[in-house]
């Protein structure tokens, strides 16, 4: 069995079905099939994003290392691409040990050692490409888990106050009214008029929780899948956030 079937299998048998009094059948699929992700950002030493970039997987593990999406195509979005592992395999045992080899036109290429292990289910790691013409020694990454959001408390009476927000996302399809998803995967964000996105936290079947909002401030999220971006935009104007965005065929094609 291959992992594009495993993966439809099991996304199927996530998958919660409700009939409503009108008999209408609602299917709500959960995402979080692949357990150990790891999440790249590339850019350059000035911090711009590389254009063109292609990215290869070798070492011992290589087979078992696929896009987030369970595809074996590779495709970089605007510098950011996540990386998933064969939910067959665990790392319990011992680490599961790859290369990533990532090029693009005016760079060197750079061959960065990863590696999943035992209870470190996320992972991001800023990778930095240098100019061809640099002379200077490779620069190797390290990659950091991801935690989750603490819970922060003023240090002094004049701190401003630090509020949780919970963000509920659900993606819907244009061509499947009766199908709603539930994501698990890297979300970025930034303030209404901001140019550049940061990353926000990790999403785990459509929920996260977080620190780094304000409420009552307007903010566009993304994520990024199967070399897509899906973006959303609203106001959090209380600590319990939801929202709903429109996936793309590269997901609702998949069930």
């Known amino acids: ?91 319990t045992n011992a680490d599961v040990n790859y290369s990533v080899v990532i090029s693009a036109p005016g760079y060197k290429t750079l061959t960065q050692p990863m590696s999943f292990k035992n209870g470190v289910n996320q992972q991001i790691i800023a990778v930095t490409l240098q100019k061809s013409t640099d002379d200077s020694a490779p620069i190797v990454a390290t990659p950091v888990p991801v935690t989750p959001a603490p819970v922060s408390t003023p240090t002094s009476p004049g701190a401003p106050a630090v509020t949780m927000v919970t963000l509920d996302f659900t993606g819907h399809c244009a061509n499947r009214t009766n199908l709603q998803i539930r994501p698990s995967l890297y979300v970025f964000y930034r303030a209404k008029g901001a140019t550049a996105y940061q990353y926000l936290g990790y999403m785990t079947d459509g929920h996260m929780e977080t620190t780094a909002l304000t409420v009552g401030n307007s903010y566009d999220f993304q994520i990024t899948y199967a070399g897509e971006n899906y973006n959303v935009s609203g106001v959090v104007d209380k600590t319990s956030y939801q929202e709903t965005f429109s996936m793309g065929n590269s997901i609702c094609n998949t069930f």
């Open 1 to 91: 069995m291959n992992l594009k079937t495993m993966l439809l299998g099991m996304l199927l048998l996530s998958a919660v079905a409700c009939k409503s009094p009108t008999n209408d059948v609602k299917v709500v699929v959960d995402m979080n099939i692949m357990k150990y992700s790891a999440l790249m950002r590339i850019s350059d030493t000035k911090g711009a994003t590389p254009q063109n970039v292609s990215l290869s997987i070798s070492g011992t593990s290589a087979n078992d290392i696929y896009e987030i999406s369970g595809k074996k195509v590779f495709t970089v979005k605007d510098g950011v691409i996540t990386l998933g592992l064969n939910p067959s395999v665990t790392p």
